[in-house]
């Protein structure tokens, strides 16, 4: 009897230590997990967790600090790049940094101090971010500068597209429409040393204008943050300013142009007013269809992505690499490689933008009569 009732008893001890372990997994699981899922909100994009990174420690392992993913391009070029590394065998930890300095300062120091073997930055503010050079070399990592320059610092490489030709090439196409008349330049975040890039080579072709007085600056604004909205309430300033009386629009890129372009749809304007843009955004493109936005400057992001992708894993490995040229960031001549940008209005769309696959044409001509 005692015997019977003493396995019983262990029979149940037993039970119980299984249920118990049971619960403790979950929160195992749950624990691996959710640093990631921690650290997936909308803006800090982890690709990859530590973890990962581990079981790849013969594999490069790179950073890539954004400024933003707030327009379409900069999920591409994400995307792209993210691929492409991987495809070379390289993993990649994506930090988006919502146009914060101070988060994108602290998001490279934690990438820096994760032991990554190279830093890809794109620079929410050009001067601030050469802090993040310096954090990097103290380590011994060595920095790409993506798309827009890091000033004032030891940058290892810049890649991007001729910026001050994007420039020239938005003025030449509204100034062939509007050879005379006033203008409004809204520009974009003079955080951004694209910006002033992109503004230098449209002044190239304005300032001739000016000077011979066919056409006249009547408002000019840098952008916050390249928000749409804050190019809207300038746009609005503009018009009211003028009592609506402005014949041309520079924007420097589609998403300031959208905003642009609805101050100039209350006005009863829109479609009567050449607009320049950038990046090719799919609702641009659109626009241009119908009518209401002049241009854009298509950037084959696939190109720049993949090209820093293959030399990030180059530098990495210590290789050497080739560089097309030099610009100078106020502190060194930085090797870099500046890609071609297209000029693109409704005559050439099907020739680049669909030949390309960058948008198909049937979200290009969905709202085409
Ligand atoms: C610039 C970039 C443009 C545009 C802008 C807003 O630096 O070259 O393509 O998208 O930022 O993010």
Partial sequence: MKKVFGILLLALLLLLVACGEEETSSEDTGTDDAPAEENTDESEETENSGEEEATNEDGISIGFSLDTLQEERWQRDRDLFVSKAEELGATVNVQSADSDDAKQISQAENLISQGVDLLVVVPHDAEVSASIVEMAHAEDIPVISYDRLIKNSEVDLYVSFDNERVGEMQATAITELVPQGK????????????AHLFKQGQMNILQPLIDSGD??????????????EEALANMENALTSNDNDIDAVIAANDGTAGGVIQALAAQGMDGEIPVSGQDAELAAVQRIVEGTQTMTVYKPIRDLAERVAELAVQMANGEEIETTTTVNNGQIDVPSILLDPIAVTKDNIDDTIIADGFHSEEDVYQNAD
């Fill in 215 to 228: 056409i006249e600056i009547v408002y000019d604004q840098w952008t916050k943050g390249w928000e749409p």
């Fill in 183 to 194: 203008y409004v330049l809204i520009e974009g975040a003079d955080t951004d040393n694209n």
